[in-house]
């Protein structure tokens, strides 16, 4: 276990930054509080705002061409909407038009933080019980699955054979074996350092995304998006 300091290279535009996703120089952010998708250049400027169907926001990844976002269940950061249903699900988004193209239900029927792309296939957070589960990204079909006994399972972020997970509640990550599900290495953040909810990578730094939320006693009262130094 290493402990790590962070770096802020810009102020996030995003009020609430919950989810990440680096993808063609572009950082692709999930914004809690209105569930659009901002896209940032790496200075930070906002270079497009995608509107989505996604309620409640969390995790964000990019793949096969697609957006996909992690909805975790009612909204609580804005005033409902229309095509609002408050079930948890994974949505499949045209990234030109904000349109849902597809979606699938949780595999658990539970809330969902974490989700990433790995060559066709989709990992996700699930809570019943805590694990990991890498889902067909065309059939939507169970593929793998391998517990992990964190507090608050939030962002992850693939690294070769290996996949982060990050521990909101804890202020720790965690990096797991993709295959075996044995813990590799586990970084800890500082006490008054940020809650990291998304995580990415971008030519082998890490990146998370403090949402601010839900904004409780104890927290620093502002988001942030920075680099974990490792």
Known sequence: MSNSEVSVPFNTPVRMPNGLQWFDNELFVMDQLTDDVFVLDETGKVKRVIGTETENGSGITVGGGFIWTACNGKASARPPRQYDN???????????????????????????????????????????????????????????????????????????NGIWCADRAEKIIVKFDKNTGNEIDRILLSKDGPDPHGLTIRDQELWYSDADFPIVEGMRGYPEIGIIQR
């Not at 948890?88 to 949780?106: L, N, Q, W």
């Not at 957070?125 to 699955?145: C, V, W």
Request: aromatic residues 10%; proline residues 7%.
């Open 86 to 160: 408050h079930v948890s699900k994974v949505r499949k988004i045209d990234p030109d038009t904000g349109e849902t193209v597809g979606f699938f239900p949780t595999p658990d029927g539970g809330g969902i933080h974490g989700i990433e792309w790995d060559n066709g296939n989709i990992w996700l957070t699930a809570f019943n019980p805590k694990s990991l589960i890498l889902i067909d990204g065309n059939t939507y079909e169970m593929l793998q699955t391998f517990p992990c006994n964190l507090n608050v399972l939030h962002g992850l972020a693939l690294d070769g």
